[in-house]
């Protein structure tokens, strides 16, 4: 975790595919919040459910199928998506897709 402080990162290089996997490396872990790195292989996904907390997804590389309430959302790379507390979401990869997740606790 600390060994990322004070330094120039790029992201997408920080978290690695894996064949039919979902990797992920967490950045900072703290009682506020966490910043963690996801990479998902092409059709991976998180089940729906829901976090107390708010979160946003940074797409870093390639593109994901969201689902937040309901709706789906696409989200390619560049684009960031907010998901409210306590809303169901789910998470899958439409291509291979590496995400920055910030969940924020307080």
């Given at each position: 975790?600390?060994d990322f402080?004070?330094?120039?990162l790029v992201?997408?290089?920080l978290?690695?595919?894996?064949?039919?996997?979902?990797?992920?490396?967490?950045l900072?872990?703290?009682?506020?919040?966490?910043?963690?790195?996801f990479?998902?292989?092409t059709?991976?996904?998180?089940s729906?459910?829901?976090?107390?907390?708010?979160?946003?997804?940074?797409?870093l590389d390639?593109?994901?199928?969201?689902?937040?309430?309901?709706?789906?959302?696409?989200?390619k790379t560049?684009?960031?998506?907010?998901?409210?507390?306590?809303?169901?979401?789910?998470?899958?990869?439409a291509?291979?897709?590496?995400m920055?997740?910030?969940?924020?606790?307080s």
């Amino acid at each position: 975790m600390d060994d990322f402080m004070a330094k120039n990162l790029v992201l997408a290089d920080l978290v690695q595919y894996g064949e039919g996997a979902v990797v992920s490396r967490t950045l900072i872990k703290r009682p506020t919040g966490t910043i963690t790195l996801f990479a998902f292989d092409t059709g991976q996904e998180l089940s729906e459910h829901t976090a107390p907390f708010d979160a946003v997804v940074q797409v870093l590389d390639g593109e994901a199928l969201l689902t937040i309430g309901g709706q789906p959302i696409s989200a390619k790379t560049g684009e960031t998506v907010i998901m409210p507390a306590n809303i169901p979401h789910a998470v899958k990869a439409a291509t291979r897709f590496k995400m920055l997740l910030t969940m924020i606790r307080s």
